[in-house]
DNA sequence: CGAGCTATTGAAGCAGATCAACGGGGGTGG
DNA sequence: CCACCCCCGTTGATCTGCTTCAATAGCTCG
């Protein structure tokens, strides 16, 4: 008893700094962390399947999400990796009743769950809310169609190139950073057979970067950066 | 003078038509109407490129517009194909103070221009709005993440297919249909080179599919769907 | 009717997927 | 605490699909 409510008061900080809540007053937040349920679940767990009718919006609080679409042969694809802070299934506010792609537990994570219908009427009432969805969404769409562009424009040891500059602080020119998922995470995050990053890894090298498990050493970014 | 009037009032009934602007009640319509400056650029104009500030909200009333990435080394990468009743820009509401990517008219086309400080400030004023920004960026999103997939799991010969299924009726196995713009614009937005589009229609042939310029004589959908 | 752009076709090259085999590290059970 | 095992990651070899380059054919528009 004790123990769930300091694990729900660290939650409940994790929720007002989402982006996705937090962004709007208090009112705003508060409505969003009355309407929201805490959820564990373990690594692996399937939270639901593309072409089911759609229930829940989701928050990550802790943990990461794979979002991911399957081919006909069962081939799958990852459309987007959700993280701490971040939330998923915006789009099916509106104009959607079905969820629109599977999602997986890429480990064991902790989600904030919000009724759909809920968030919809939470809306009507709450005009203020939408704007915290949109802020949500934005992020969303631009995070998306970069994700597009690069996948069309760059090669493999480009986007883990652009990855771990995008990951690193903005002014270092050298450091050093764990990856947050197993690597066959971030092969799909980026579009790649696992295989395939692991050549990029290597083909990194000569630009002064160093993988050591998740422990991953960048010596020289402005070598990654002419990649 | 008379002539300008009549354009415009075609215009005006397009956008009304437009999700991005039907979608909410009257008093949301008229106030984007007002906001409205109509342009018309001709074929292969470039409307604004990546990085500059960015000041306009656009939504297309007649025509297409390119969305596209440069790489490095000079390389295009279309992101999306925006046509009539379409608003591009929508993420840089919030969030953003530069464009996202370059645009180009694809065709002579007209469109209608909102400055989106205008647009901001509307949305203060009048919350309704940003539920109607809502719906149309949840289909961007939607669409753009269904592009990714497709991207990742499809071959050519199966994105063609998949954009013949799409842009035919729902209900016939057997139809043709006009290309409303140039073949070039197709394979970008697929995310193929001309050729590649080229070699796909040809595999197609055997599924049913006659090529004959824009023309595109679908004989079996069914067969279609196997590939 | 010609000029220039658009589309097609062929040939070659390349990037990444796939398949298969191996190594190593972390977790589990003894 | 140690040993074992399983799974993740790496590496090599092969294969497929798309891009690129080049040449030709077809359209469209002046």
Tied chains: 1, 2.
Aim: charge should be positive.
């Amino acid at each position: 008893m004790n123990k769930a409510m300091t694990l729900r008061n660290r939650e409940r900080s994790t929720l007002v700094q989402a982006p996705f809540i937090g962004a709007g007053d208090e009112a705003v937040t508060a409505k969003f962390m009355e309407a929201a349920t805490i959820v564990t679940v373990p690594a692996r767990q399937i939270l639901f399947r593309q072409g089911e009718t759609a229930q829940y919006l989701f928050c990550v609080l802790n943990g990461y999400v794979r979002l991911y679409r399957l081919s006909r042969d069962g081939r799958e694809a990852d459309v987007r990796i959700c993280g701490p802070g971040e939330a998923f299934n915006e789009c099916l506010i509106f104009g959607a009743d079905k969820y629109q792609h599977n999602a997986q537990a890429a480990d064991s994570c902790t989600l904030a769950r919000f009724d759909l219908e809920r968030v919809r009427s939470m809306i009507e009432e709450e005009p203020k809310i939408v704007k915290a969805v949109l802020h949500s969404m934005s992020n969303s769409l631009r995070t998306t169609m970069d994700c597009l562009a690069n996948d069309r424009l760059q090669t493999a040891p480009q986007r883990v190139a652009n990855y771990l500059i995008a990951q690193g602080p903005a002014d270092a020119n050298c450091y050093s950073l764990r990856l947050p998922f197993q690597k066959s995470v971030l092969a799909g995050k980026l579009g790649l057979a696992p295989e395939a990053l692991s050549r990029a890894f290597s083909s990194l090298r000569d630009a002064g970067v160093i993988v050591r498990g998740r422990i991953i050493q960048v010596n020289d970014v402005s070598a990654l950066r002419h990649f």
